[in-house]
């Protein structure tokens, strides 16, 4: 683990692989932490120097006031590899991640080598949606967010596999359960407000977009709209809920080494 200083607090990383290696950000999604990503580690750091944040608002990173913006969070990103002194990396984010994803293929795609985004949309919801939930997390604090951990089960995993995996389903929404309140609701924000629907045909970076056919936050439609809008976009799709990269597990990073190592 190790911070870098931002202006307005530490953003909380850990790195893993052959110091040689090419670089792999993973971008968290709303209301984990990078722990999100422990499976995908020992498969991914054969290949690549693998990047790994705490997003503003998460774990062990800054909690400063909201709202954020999604456009804050992809400067944050750049922030760390300027810290970091990496030039280009590839990038793979998930949900709010994906967002950031997005974010850095459209505005700073020349940081990056490729780009994947998982479980995700050019829009996600409407404030319809957000509005009562950062109302409730800013009035309940963390009694709403034991309460959201025990209704996320079934939105981040399919039923079946919420039954056979009892405790890496616990493990994943328990970070929700720690998420501090007033970051998980400036990061709601920050989800409600992104729309780049309007802007995915300026991504020029070799792109992967996997979905999960059980997803219902961020659906496999949505994920088409992705692909068909990103030019030469890949698609991919699992039999999961909106946690594909734990539900699925080594498929996920199989498939991610196969789209990054490819010889496009």
């Known amino acids: 683990m190790g911070k870098i200083q931002l ?3 530490e953003l909380n990383y850990q790195l893993d ?25 020992a498969g991914l750091t054969q290949h690549f120097r693998v990047l790994r944040y705490d997003t503003r608002g998460h774990g062990q990173s800054l909690v400063t006031e909201g709202p954020y913006s999604i456009e804050q969070l992809g400067g944050d990103v750049i922030a760390l590899l300027d810290a970091l002194h990496i030039e280009r990396a590839h990038f793979c ?21 490729r780009l994947i985004v998982c479980n995700t949309a050019a829009k996600i919801g409407n404030p319809d949606v957000w509005n009562p939930r950062i109302e409730t997390v800013l009035r309940d604090g963390q009694a709403a967010m034991v309460a959201l951990r025990d209704a996320s089960i079934a939105r ?12 890496e389903a616990k493990r994943i929404t328990d970070m929700l359960a720690a998420t501090s309140p007033q970051g998980y609701a400036a990061n709601c924000a920050a989800v409600r407000d992104a729309d780049y629907r309007e802007q995915l045909g300026s991504i020029k970076v070799p792109t992967l977009v996997i979905a999960g056919t059980g ?50």
Do not use: C
């Open 215 to 264: 997803d219902a936050v961020t659906t496999p439609a949505d994920g088409r709209f992705l692909q068909e809008h990103i030019k030469g976009a890949e698609y991919a799709e699992f039999y999961a809920a909106h946690l594909s990269n734990v539900q699925v597990g080594e498929a996920f990073t199989q498939r991610v080494l196969d789209f990054l190592l490819a010889k496009h």
């Open 7 to 9: 202006a307005d607090g």
């Open 93 to 113: 984010g998930l949900s709010m991640g994906g967002l950031i994803g997005q974010w850095l293929g459209i505005n700073a795609g020349e940081r990056l080598n």
């Open 17 to 41: 692989g052959p110091a040689d290696a090419p670089v792999l950000v993973m971008s968290n999604s709303l209301g984990t932490s990078l722990g999100m990503w422990d499976t995908q580690i």
């Open 156 to 167: 981040w995993f399919t039923p079946d596999f919420a039954e056979a995996n009892p405790a």
